[in-house]
């Protein structure tokens, strides 16, 4: 009578259990002795994740109906909490994988729920503003932004919800630690749940200052070139 039979037996049970009677107990390969011996899917809900095995060899009488209850449920709970614990640890691990993967790119990048709250800004935000990540969470964007971009900002990410777009990309002035501004540009996307309603923000934001800087040298030269013309 091999394993694929009790596993058959166990998987067609109410109880997803299994009790045989009567058959030979080993203990690590050594046969110590005849008795009961029972098996009980370790269930995560939706199928076997592993068994679990035990016999009476030490009391030696019947399983009773309540102890193969028991184990049954033992069997329930165990698999549920095995599966709790797999799925939590490949969760840490994909936070963490993802966490390397921010914190070592040049961008900066932030998430912030749908009201805009700062919930996650990479240490990026040390190089390209001046502010440690913790001094940042609980704030929005908009707050260090450049009050004459604040409208205009805030604006183009509204009509993009209400439109049902992802917004485009966007300059503006950030205040740095010191009360300077820097130019950046930032794209953002939206995360939805199942029934597609919004729910964050995910943000990327560059530093464009040197961008900024050339683009108006080039227009200083291009008003010079007028105005030595006339």
Known sequence: ????????????????????????????????GAGWRAAAALWDGHQAIGYVVCDNHVRRRPARLFEAELL???????????????????????????????DHVRELISYTDIEGRIEYIGPTVTELLGYEPSQMIGLT??????????????KT???????GRQPPLIESRMRSADGTYVWVEGSGRFLR????????????????????LLQEARLQEERLHVALQK
């Open 141 to 154: 964007l908009l707050d260090i932004c450049h009050p004459d971009d604040v409208d205009r900002v805030g």
């Open 193 to 212: 749940d199942e029934q597609g309603r919004p729910f964050g923000v995910i943000s990327v934001i560059r530093d464009i200052g040197e961008q900024r």
């Open 72 to 102: 049954s449920l033992f069997g329930t709970t165990f698999g549920h909490l095995i599966t709790i614990k797999q799925e939590q640890d490949a969760r840490r691990l994909n936070e963490e994988r993802l966490r390397a993967i921010i």
């Open 157 to 163: 990410m509204q009509e993009a919800l209400e439109q």
């Open 1 to 32: 009578y091999g394993v694929d039979s009790w596993i058959h037996e166990i998987a067609s049970s109410p109880l997803r259990a299994h009790f045989e009677e009567t058959k030979a107990l080993y203990d690590y390969g050594v046969h110590i």
